[in-house]
């Protein structure tokens, strides 16, 4: 530890003679190095924080548009697990490096079933209050979630890619739980 104390003691008595001697220099230097900083600091946050998410296809209509931003708590599935009903953010099924975006419907352990777009989750009809789903009228299951699985559905089920076609999540795809849109500026909202 003591030698990081003297590396930036150094550091910092070399930018007072460079400030001393030639301020142009030292102007470049010292924003440089505020770019650095505060680059590394949003690495840093990005990495373990929070990040921002780009919504590239219309499974999530009305809830969100195509090349909606929203932005993405990655700390909370840290501390508890994700609940029924939250937007969630995963690593894409196909292992394509992309992202995708759906709501969490099943929980592992649980029986998953759709009837007539309806979900049933161990044989109980499940509503979702304040969720506009698209027109749906698919049939899915009953199929069990395996433990340390979701199961995940577009809003627009119509016309969704999700579970039904590419199966479960495993826990550790999660990246996130949305927290809001924030681009455009029109759509704005918390996501429920």
């Known amino acids: 530890m003591g030698w990081i104390r003297a590396k930036l003691e150094s550091w910092k008595a070399t930018k007072l003679r460079l400030k001393e001697t030639n301020r142009i220099a030292y102007f470049f230097v010292d924003i440089t190095e505020v770019i ?34 929203l932005v ?12 029924r009903g939250e937007i969630v953010l995963f690593k894409s099924p196909y292992k394509d490096g992309k992202e995708f975006v759906k709501r969490l419907v099943g929980l592992g352990g649980e029986t998953v079933e759709l ?16 969720i506009d789903v698209q027109r749906d009228y698919s049939y899915f299951g009953p199929e069990k979630i395996p433990t340390g699985s979701y ?3 577009g809003d627009n089920r119509s016309n969704s890619a999700d579970s039904r076609i590419w199966g479960f999540v495993p826990q550790g795809d999660l990246i996130g739980r949305g927290l809001f849109n924030f681009w455009p ?3 704005i909202q918390v996501l429920h």
């Open 151 to 153: 199961f995940m559905l």
């Open 115 to 130: 009837r007539k777009g309806v979900v049933y989750i161990n044989g109980k009809e499940q509503n979702f209050p304040g």
């Open 185 to 187: 500026i029109n759509r």
């Open 72 to 83: 993405v708590d990655k700390v909370t599935f840290h501390f508890r697990k994700p609940h």
């Open 36 to 69: 650095l900083v505060a680059f590394v600091m949003a690495m840093f946050i990005r990495t373990f924080f929070v990040q921002t998410s780009y919504v590239f296809s219309g499974s999530m209509i009305p809830t969100m548009q195509i090349g909606d931003r």
